[in-house]
């Protein structure tokens, strides 16, 4: 949620500070600072508001040993000066960023209060600082490892000590924290994005992990202060992945992504010889998968509705029971781990905490359970037990687009593999992979029609409530649309089965109130389109989003979007894309800062 950054070496330590959070500002961006050393003393600038107001709150280049900087979404105190970190003890001489929650903060608080302590902000985070202060007795490295069993929470933590320049120490606990080496430089960072440009040399620390870097090189420890050696693993994501590349916003360009992001998802993995797929960081035979006999899926948001459309498509064509959990529900209802099940914890980044404690819990009670996640060496994806990266290259807007897409995109291989394992036929087999790849082509054709949807938006983005309504495998899809529009343009909106509204959200239909339907040319159109008869005779706009040549769906609406003619199971993808852009365009229209939506965070570390 917040992004930590860390430099020693030769730069320009403000220089590379800032331009590290502008690149991680998408992980929260509510208020930020830095702290650098020169040797006899820190500076530290903190400012409320966008990295660009840290930028001109700091006079000039300041050029040092070593330096750490925040971006912080708040969770402990209000959004202020103050309460930006870096922060500090009452002697000045510790600095600490931290990402995470310390859940026993209070306790400490009035602790370290009692023995003297002043505190200068509302947050948790400040206690470390004076804590580390407190126990300090030469060794950064050694009071942080005293003052760790203390806390109670989470914590990725870059800290320095005045009296040890030119040094930073590293530890992490449930928040990510990477190491990049470079030559006479050493980086800390959150995400690998703010170092990418720099180095591609990265370590990925694991929970209890503590590293100590100066410019000169770096010592990695376990919680016992013994050292251990860490593999250095290649960043494979390339520096333009990371711009907008002359779109004006992240979230357009990754929309127009999805037609390589999509093909990415299945190259090398659809067999046409075999008419199957192969997931080979499964790690699963066909003789393994051929003993499950349930999957279930656990994700958060986006990642949780794509998760239903796979666990839809499992059951329906694999024809394996199967279902999808919000992660946050599931760790705490102590779930029942039967024999045969396999588990996938699904995340875009691979941290969001929810989905992650799931994960462990479901693992302590023996599941296994594999990641689908897209950024590589994320936790999730060391921590489950085999897995699939997305390959959708990094996503920086904060509502989700291409990575939907591609988790869509897994979901339709594996169901593949399981359904030829089963009883699928090789012709059937055949199809399904045709289907699967005309996708990426058809995404383009849509893309072509992006100007219709502006039109749409423009004429539909001062209403203040939608409803979304789909379904079968389009059911999510008008959850995931709900979605999107409330995140980036504020409006609100609720996502529905078609069939359910009938039970009660219809009373809520009148002439200011859109419904848009998502009507594909499946075994449900028929009732679909009964319900919608049933919003147009109370007054209801409608806007069908339908298969091209659908002139009843046409007749029927106030306004339509069409589709390509598909493969009845491929909708999903052809159905959500126009959705992301109708959010997009309508978030335009009323202004609204697309790729940094208000009080959101890309990657959600807290429960
Ligand atoms: C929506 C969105 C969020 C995430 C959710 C899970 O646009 O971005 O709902 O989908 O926070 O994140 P990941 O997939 O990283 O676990």
Redesign the pocket.
Known sequence: MCGIVGYCGPRVISDILIEGLRRLEYRGYDSAGISITDGDEFTTVKKKGKIKDLASAVPQEIDGLAGIGHTRWATHGEVTDTNAHPHTDNSGKVVIVHNGIIENYEALKSRLKQNGHRFMTQTDSEVIAHLIAELYAGDLEKALLEVLPLLKGTYGLAVMHQDEPGKIVGVRNGSPLVLGVGEDEMFLASDVTAILQYTRDAIYLNDGDLVSVTKDGYKTFDVHHNEVSKNIEQINWEINQIEKDGFPHFMEKEIFEQVESIKRAFTGRLNRDSATGHLGGLDMEPRDLLTVQRVKII?????YYASIIGAYLIERIARIPAQAELSSEVRYKNPIVEPNTLYFAV???G??AD?LYAMRELQRKGARVLGLCNVVGSTIARESDGGVYLHSGPEIA???TK?FTSQLTIFYVFTLILARIRHMGVEDGLDFINALEKVPSQIGELLKKTEELKTLAKKYYTYENFLFLGRGLNYAVALEGA??LK?VSYIHAEGYSAAEIKHGPIALINESTPSLFIVPDDALREKVISNMKEVKARKGRLIAFAVEGDDEVANIADDVFFVPKSHELMYPFLMVLPAQVFAYYCAIELGRNVDQPRNLAK??TVE
Do not use: I, N, P
């Open positions: 994700a958060a948001g986006t990642s995340s875009q980044s941290e969001t989905t904060v509502a989700s990575a979605l999107k995140e990657s959600v």
